[in-house]
C-alpha cells in the first residue's frame, strides 16, 4: 500500500477498521469514513499520522463530496475507495418494513454509487493506478429469503461494480473495480443476529456457521486481505471481478 491513500466507510468498526488498519501497517495513508465519529476517530488516532477520520452518512452525496474533498486535502490524493459500510435488517419481501428496506437500499447500494461518483473525477485526476473495492456479501450470490432488502441491495451492487470497471477500461482510465464477498463475518453486524433473541446465540452461531461448507464463522482479518489484494498493484489486470471470501458457501449446491 506504500503512496495509496484510501477512503474506507464503516471505518469505525469491523470489516472497515481491519482494513483501515491494515492499509496503515502496509504503509499507505487512509481516510476512516463513518457516521459513528467517535469511534473512527479514536481508531485514527491510534493509527498515527497516515490516519485520520470524517463524519459520513453515505447516503448523502454533498457529505460524499466533502469525504473526498477532506482526503485530498489531507493526503493529496485519493487512490482508494474502500465502500464498506452496509447493515442488514431481516424481513422478507411480505413482512419487511418499508422503511427498513429504503434504509438497507440507501446505505449498501445508493451509498457506494454516491462514493464512486463523488471520488472517480479525484481518482482520475492522479493519473495514477487506482481502485475502487465494493464489499458485496455471499448472499448476492445465494440470495436468502429472510434478507430481502439486504439481497436486492448486495444483487444491485455486483451491477454497480462491473458498470463502473467497464466504464473506466473503455474510457482508457486506470481504475479498476472489484467486489469481495464475504461470508458470515465475526462483525458488530454478526452479533446483531446472534444476539438478537431469534434464538440461542449457540443455536444462531451453529446456523451461520453451517452455510459454509467449511462451517465455521470468518474473521475480519481474513476479509481485509482480500481488499487490500485488490487494492493493490498486485492486481492490476483484475477488473470487475467476484472476490469470495465466505468458507464455500456461494458454491454450496
Not at 501497517?25 to 459513528?36: K, R
Not at 473526498?68 to 419481501?93: M, R, Y
Not at 445508493?110 to 463523488?118: I, L, Q, S, W
Request: proline share 4%; net charge negative.
Amino acid at each position: 500500500m506504500d503512496g495509496k491513500v484510501a477512503l474506507v466507510t464503516g471505518g469505525a468498526e469491523g470489516i472497515g477498521a481491519t482494513v483501515g488498519r491494515k492499509m496503515v501497517e502496509e504503509g499507505g495513508s487512509v481516510m476512516l469514513c463513518d457516521i459513528q465519529i467517535d469511534k473512527a476517530q479514536a481508531l485514527a488516532d491510534e493509527l498515527g499520522d497516515r490516519a485520520q477520520a470524517f463524519q459520513l452518512d453515505v447516503r448523502d452525496l454533498d457529505q460524499w463530496n466533502a469525504a473526498v474533498k477532506a482526503t485530498v486535502d489531507s493526503f493529496g490524493k485519493i487512490t482508494t475507495l474502500c465502500n464498506i459500510a452496509g447493515i442488514s435488517e431481516p424481513g422478507n419481501v411480505v413482512d419487511v418494513d418499508l422503511d427498513s428496506w429504503q434504509r438497507t437500499i440507501d446505505i449498501n447500494l445508493v451509498g457506494p454509487f454516491y462514493g464512486c461518483r463523488a471520488a472517480l473525477p479525484a481518482m482520475e485526476a492522479t493519473g495514477e493506478p487506482c481502485s475502487i473495492v465494493n464489499i458485496g456479501s455471499m448472499i448476492a450470490i445465494r440470495p436468502a429469503a429472510f434478507v430481502a432488502a439486504y439481497s436486492a441491495s448486495k444483487a444491485g451492487l455486483v451491477g454497480l461494480t462491473r458498470s463502473v470497471a467497464l466504464d473506466c477500461a473503455e474510457r482508457g482510465v486506470p481504475v479498476r473495480a472489484n467486489m469481495v464477498h464475504p461470508g458470515a463475518i465475526r462483525t458488530p453486524m454478526y452479533d446483531r443476529y446472534k444476539y438478537s433473541g431469534m434464538d440461542t446465540p449457540e443455536n444462531i452461531e451453529t446456523n451461520f456457521a453451517a452455510t459454509h461448507p467449511m462451517n465455521r464463522i470468518g474473521e475480519p482479518d481474513e476479509v481485509a486481505k482480500a481488499v487490500l489484494f485488490l487494492a493493490s498493484d498486485d492486481a492490476s489486470f483484475t477488473t470487475g471481478v467476484d472476490f469470495t471470501v465466505d468458507g464455500g458457501g456461494s458454491i454450496r449446491s
